[in-house]
């Protein structure tokens, strides 16, 4: 695989870190590229897709916490691969620098230039692995001072006991030392599940699927070997069933459709008793990632109705309901809905007493947005927005073909849907030194939540 130019660009358009390997490609190409995806209008689609050809230039970018990771080439090369070789970047770079945005970016020019002349030489791979690079980067990171870091995420709290722990933790450099100059030995663990649901318009499920990833972050020195525990009660596959056959399923623990695993970890022991043994990498990386089909109770409970309310208006009525345990908070919850193009105004009802909520008519895009705030999303709570919407013209057919659907994006930390759980890791060498906490974050996010009328 070959590739032309890398660069990162501000959500703004500027330039923050270029590489040019091959002098191929025009070097206004970041301009070409910000400026195509910037008013993208192509293919009936607001947003551009992560590939695209302009003037025989294929560009190729991922977007990492608002920052553009971009590659070009006018050669043909597989699409998978290069997405994948800029995620693996913004790992790397991340790994190095603790934290990724514009200003670390900007204080470790030096570092992140040093990191990527020995990932890439003349626009061939050499090595993503933080680990191997190591023996070739010689600069130190410059940390970020904490007040310059974003809010920290309600998700990135970690709890033993009454012991609380920010998710700065997890934020620092693979090679930087505490204050002092002692290195603190930790690991952390986070299981991350992406879910997609489709109900139907009378509310209910179609489809519903799992992403989900077991990662790891290390920062233990000695290369010690780990054990992690999952559920006894792991299946892995159907057994030759449907993915959508469930009738044997009630009872038999948590069954996945598939899995993969890093290269570091070992299957000796997984099939009698569930643990995986590795010994982690330096960085950030993901121990197993797995695929579920299994019937499981969705988080949020959508219901969506719209209905003429006279020649030139229409009445639509969402409520979503929290299906998670009461002792559980969601993050802010964004609602978006595509009314029909002919819709002029639309005017919003909230039940009474509600707090935290904000909605919103986007006439240039004809979308409806009800966002709802963390404090107000406390699971088994009941939310319901009504919005009357008028039209410029009179609507002819059926006007359930011409809105929605619905979706939603959300986060839930410390809860997970699939019920995996890690039970318990072990490190095999002992030391004074290392500090395993006893926790597990486990983080639920919408890949595709989704809602017919």
């Known amino acids: 695989m070959m590739i032309s130019q890398f660069f990162v660009l501000s959500q703004r358009g500027d330039n923050i870190v270029f590489r040019d390997y091959r002098a191929e490609v025009p070097k206004g190409s970041t301009e070409t590229f910000f400026r195509k995806v910037k008013f993208w209008k192509e293919d009936g689609n607001a947003e551009a897709p992560p590939i695209f050809n302009v003037d025989g230039v294929n560009y190729f970018h991922v977007k990492v916490v608002g920052l553009y990771f971009v590659a070009t080439t006018r050669v043909n090369v597989s699409p ?35 990191l990527l002349d020995e990932v890439i030489d003349f626009g061939y791979v050499q090595t993503t692995s933080t680990e ?94 780990i054990r992690l525990a999952l559920n006894e009660d792991l299946n892995i596959g159907r057994g030759g069933r449907s993915v959508y056959d469930y009738r044997s399923s009630s009872g038999s623990g948590v069954i ?43 988080p949020f409970h959508v219901n969506t109705l719209i209905e003429e309310a006279g020649r030139l208006k229409a009445e639509v009525i969402i409520k979503i309901r929290a299906e998670f345990p009461s002792d559980i908070i969601a993050n802010t919850i964004t609602v978006q809905m595509p009314l029909p193009n002919y819709t002029s105004r639309a005017s919003f009802e909230l039940e009474p007493g509600a707090a935290g909520q904000r909605t919103d008519f986007k006439e240039s895009s004809k979308m409806l947005e009800w966002n709802l705030k963390k404090a107000s999303i406390v699971g088994g709570g009941e939310h319901t927005l009504r919005a009357k919407l008028t039209f410029s013209q009179e609507f002819h057919g059926n006007i359930t073909k011409e809105a929605g659907p619905v979706s939603m994006t959300f986060t839930i930390p410390m809860y997970n849907v699939s019920k995996l759980q890690v039970k318990y890791l072990q490190i095999a060498k002992k030391s004074s030194s290392y500090n395993p906490y006893r926790w597990v974050r486990y983080v639920t996010q919408a890949n595709s939540y989704v809602a017919r009328i």
Not at 182 to 199: N, Q
Not at 262 to 271: I, Q
């Open 80 to 114: 998978s691969l290069v997405l994948e070789l800029l995620q693996r970047i913004a790992r790397v770079i991340k790994d190095y620098l603790g934290v990724l945005n514009e200003d670390s970016f900007r204080k470790n020019f030096v570092l992140v230039y040093e």
């Open 132 to 225: 191997v690079l190591k023996s070739y980067i010689f600069n130190e990171p410059i940390v970020v001072a904490p007040a310059r870091l974003q809010p920290i995420d309600p998700a990135a709290i970690f709890t033993q006991g009454n012991k609380r722990m920010p998710g700065t933790a997890v934020t620092k450099s693979v090679v930087a030392n505490d204050p002092g100059g002692r290195r603190r030995e930790e690991i952390f663990v986070d299981i991350i599940e992406k879910i997609s649901v489709t109900f139907s318009s009378s509310g209910y499920i179609l489809t519903s699927e799992i992403d989900g990833t077991i990662q790891m972050k290390s920062y233990l020195s000695g290369n010690p070997e």
């Open 256 to 298: 996945l459709d598939d899995c993969n695993f890093h290269e570091s970890v070992r299957l000796d022991s997984f099939d009698s008793d569930r643990t995986l043994s590795l010994v982690p990498p330096d960085g950030e990386f993901p121990v197993m990632n797995y695929r579920m089909t299994q019937e499981f109770k969705p």
